[in-house]
Nanobody, 126 residues
Framework: QVQPVESGGGLVQAGGSLRLSCAAS????????MAWFRQAPGKEREFVAC????????YYSDSVKGRFTISRDNAKNTVYLQMNSLKPEDTAVYYC???????????????????WGQGTQVTVSS
């Protein structure tokens, strides 16, 4: 079992960058696939990016592909989301999620994930 805790959110101007971090407590971090989701006011939670446990396979939503990069440091039990060329429409609460999966499979739907963080606010001003 892991407990994700997000950090790194904030206010940034359009075109700027932010790096989110998600520290996951618990052992055997490599046994968990990790993902980032986001939810803007009045909208449903949407998938952003995910990374598998050990093979580091990644997958991105079309809206962030080429601008965001997900990575993980298994020695630090941490997953990152580097966000570049930010747009006002990226404004949302960003959530980190975890799912027990030690292989190379990736999952991009929220119901696939069992463990969620509390979220961190990202605001992009125009």
């Amino acid at each position: 079992q892991v407990q994700p805790v997000e950090s790194g959110g904030g206010l940034v101007q359009a075109g700027g960058s932010l790096r989110l971090s998600c520290a996951a407590s618990g052992r055997t971090f490599t046994n968990y696939a990790m993902a980032w989701f986001r939810q803007a006011p009045g909208k449903e939670r949407e998938f952003v990016a995910c990374i598998s446990g050990s093979t580091l396979t990644t997958y991105y939503s079309d809206s962030v592909k080429g601008r965001f990069t997900i990575s993980r440091d298994n020695a630090k039990n941490t997953v990152y989301l580097q966000m570049n060329s930010l747009k006002p429409e990226d404004t949302a609460v960003y959530y980190c999620a975890a799912r027990l999966s030690s292989g190379g499979d990736v999952y991009f739907q929220a119901p696939h994930y069992n463990y969620w963080g509390q979220g961190t606010q990202v605001t992009v001003s125009s």
